[in-house]
């Protein structure tokens, strides 16, 4: 037989008291190729075993001292050798009872004496080779476990890496989405620093003898398109507002007819333009619901601004309340160009422009329908749209929950505008935008007041110091010192409680005016003010300063 490779060589321990007999075992077995080890007593052999491995122990049984059952039970009772196979070696006076114990010691075979050398060497090889196969098995589990183990290690060193690429997507996404939000609301700033002069222009237009026919044309074209580009950048906040979750309803009570009225004002340019019937309808009954004024006005104007948009010269729009159980029901229905069955559905999406797959081309950029869906969901409400057909008309119908509240008839009376111009004022303007102050500046002196101006807030600071006028309008973003700045430095002079603060920017969400309020404003408005709305704030101021007064007097 070939003698394995030394360092496969496993270790095959010989236990006999008598010399003689070990060297036959040696003998016999050398062909093994194996490592035998020879042990003449029990103590011995336990040593042998304490400093290596073996693969099979070859143990007489009759040994004087420790005896190869006594051995045996010691050898099984240590965990590291209880699984070594032993041969006991046994003399043919030994009785059946002595190999019965033998078995139950551990024993897995018997050798009588003599020894038939075939008989042994074929049992030992045996036994060997299953120590070889178990160790080569035991190698192998070995290696795949460490194979496992640099798998899983790799496998996890992977996965942060995808996870960690998946969060830095994630980061660049919510970066890109905040990019867009702010881009969004920059955007509408600085849209509305153009449109701020724009509007004071018209206003002066308005005030001034202007009888050419051409002015007053020129007049009613920038009126109507500053009008539309003022819509489509609130428009542009409310998706992005309420895209990020931070649109607020400011709810209040109110009545079908305020509603259907404040909507019909806001829509009256557009149906006139046309030349439309507009028919309402509305219940005598004073049912209310709780809502944002301004957004419910806003959705029904959507509304009616689409009739009048998609709908031939002269046509007539249907502006219906109702109440129906529990809910108030508003519609708009128009004879207009109609749907068709595969544009409904799609309708209320946000970008989408149905019309213009049959052959329109709508103005605008796709966003009122999604905006009116949104804002009556916030509003715990339905919209839904239904047409017979193309060129057939539509009909748009928005359920809201109705309160059980009465509006306040005080609430019916609210309804009217200014009451006339203010008494004239001392007024100073500041903005770092030349042409926001200067058209500012003028429509203020056209209507009758005192006006000075200054471009950046340090100059403002002097300026309100020196003169001490009634109302400060203030830009936010000036240079040297902003708004906040010098509202907060003001408040803080003893003369500085009186001063009537109105602060003007391009920003116009909750957080900047709550920030224009922590500054010391009274009022906060965003770019452009109309006329109506500066009338308003200096009627206001105007009140302020009479109540002060009379209280100092009193």
Request: proline content about 5%.
């Amino acid at each position: 037989m070939n003698a394995p490779p030394f360092n496969e060589r496993v270790n095959i321990l010989l236990v006999d008291d008598q010399p003689s007999r070990l060297l036959s075992y040696e003998s016999v077995l050398a062909d093994l190729g194996q490592n035998l080890i020879s042990a003449r007593s029990g103590e011995e052999a336990l040593q042998r075993l304490l400093e290596d491995d073996f693969a099979v122990i070859l143990l007489d049984v009759s040994m004087p001292g420790m005896d190869g059952f006594e051995t045996a039970a010691m050898i099984h009772d240590h965990p590291r050798f209880e699984s070594i196979p032993i041969i006991f070696v046994t003399g043919v006076h030994d009785s059946e009872f002595d190999a019965l114990k033998g078995y139950r010691l551990g024993a897995v075979d018997y050798v009588s004496i003599p020894i038939v050398p075939e008989i042994l060497r074929s049992k030992v090889s045996v036994l060997v080779e299953l120590y070889m196969q178990r160790r080569e098995l035991q190698r192998l589990n070995k290696s795949l476990a460490e194979a496992n183990t640099t798998l899983q290690a790799e496998k996890a060193q992977e996965l942060e890496r995808v996870n960690r690429n998946l969060e830095q997507a994630n980061a660049a996404l919510r970066d890109a989405d905040r990019h867009k939000d702010e881009f969004i609301a920059i955007l509408a700033h600085e849209l509305r620093n153009p449109l701020a002069p724009i509007r004071a222009a018209v206003d002066v237009m308005s005030l001034m003898p202007l009888d050419h026919p051409q002015l007053r044309w020129a007049r009613e074209v920038i009126d109507r398109q500053t009008t539309h580009l003022s819509r489509l950048v609130d428009d542009l906040l409310d998706v992005s507002r309420i895209s990020r979750g931070t649109i607020k309803l400011n709810k209040e009570l109110l009545t079908l007819r305020t509603i259907l009225d404040r909507s019909v004002e806001a829509a009256q340019p557009i149906i006139s333009a046309h030349h439309h019937e507009l028919q309402i309808e509305c219940p005598a009954e004073l049912a209310t619901v709780e809502g944002d004024p301004t957004r419910l006005v806003q959705i029904l104007s959507n509304l009616l601004n689409n009739a009048a948009k998609y709908m031939q010269a002269s046509g007539t729009i249907l502006l219906r309340a109702s109440v129906d159980n529990e809910h108030a029901v508003f519609s708009v229905k128009d004879s207009g160009i109609g749907l068709t069955s595969e544009a409904l559905p799609k309708l209320f999406n946000l970008f989408s422009r149905v019309h213009e797959d049959e052959g329109h081309l709508p103005s605008g950029l796709g966003i009122g329908l999604a905006l009116v869906r949104q804002l009556v969901e916030l509003h715990g409400g339905t919209v839904n749209a239904t047409s017979p057909g193309p060129n057939r008309g539509s009909e748009f119908t928005v359920r809201l929950p109705l309160s059980s509240s009465v509006a306040p008839v005080v609430a019916l009376d609210e309804i009217a505008s200014a009451t006339g111009r203010a008494q004239p004022l001392r007024v100073l303007v500041a903005d770092d935008n030349a042409d926001a102050l200067e058209s500012l500046a003028l429509l203020l002196e056209v209507c009758g007041h005192e006006v000075r101006k200054a471009s950046d807030g340090q100059e403002t600071l002097q300026a309100v110091t020196a003169w001490r006028p009634d109302v400060a309008l203030l830009d936010i973003g000036m240079p040297i010192l902003d708004g906040y700045e010098v509202a907060r430095r003001i408040r803080g002079e003893p003369w500085g409680t009186q001063l009537f603060l109105v602060a003007v920017s391009g920003w116009g969400q909750s957080e900047d005016r709550q920030r224009a309020t922590d500054a010391g404003f009274d009022l906060h408005f965003r770019k452009p003010i109309g006329l109506p709305i500066l009338e308003g704030i200096l009627e206001k101021a105007q009140r302020l300063n009479a109540e002060t007064v009379v209280k100092s007097d009193t």
